[in-house]
């Protein structure tokens, strides 16, 4: 009887081992996904979406402490709400993105304006102050007093 108890214990031992097993790569494989994305949205996010990316952040770093202590159920567990906060974020970078990349085509329709009006403008003033510089007289309203106190 003490043999056919020890053969159970050992099988139930193999089966954890190897419900853990099967766990284990799911899981490591999802956590290697998830720091892939992270990485390569990081440097956007911290720009245009600097909360969510440390909400994130911090679920990931909850996943791999789960995973070092291999616990392999909650990693694959709190999958769902890591990718909803992957979609969430990478979301949010391309709102902001696209916000950015339309302020920069007013600006540069802006300057393209202000670069065609500007000019004639300048040369006008110019053209003003070299006539004002050949007189001799002062102009209109203005005498040798004045026009040193301006």
């Known amino acids: 009887m ?4 020890k053969v159970i214990v050992l099988a139930v031992v193999a ?5 853990c097993a099967d766990r284990k ?9 998830i720091e892939n994305e992270l990485n390569d949205i990081r440097a956007d ?8 990316l440390q909400a994130t952040e911090a679920t990931a770093a909850r996943m791999k402490a789960d995973l070092d202590k291999k616990e392999y ?23 902001g993105k696209s916000e950015a990349e339309a302020m ?3 600006a540069q329709d802006e300057w393209n304006d202000l670069n065609t009006s500007v000019p004639p403008l300048v040369e006008k003033l110019q053209a003003r102050v070299d006539e004002l510089s ?11 007093a004045k026009f040193e106190e301006a």
């Open 104 to 106: 920069v085509a007013a």
């Open 25 to 33: 790569e799911p899981a490591e494989k999802a956590m290697a996904r």
């Open 134 to 144: 050949k007189s001799r007289k002062y102009p209109k309203g203005m005498d040798k």
């Open 45 to 52: 996010a911290q720009k245009y979406a600097a909360d969510q």
């Open 73 to 95: 159920g909650s990693v694959l567990a709190t999958l769902p709400e890591i990718n909803q906060q992957l979609r969430e974020l990478h979301t949010t970078v391309q709102g």
């Open 2 to 5: 003490r043999t056919f108890a």
């Open 15 to 19: 089966l954890g081992a190897t419900a």
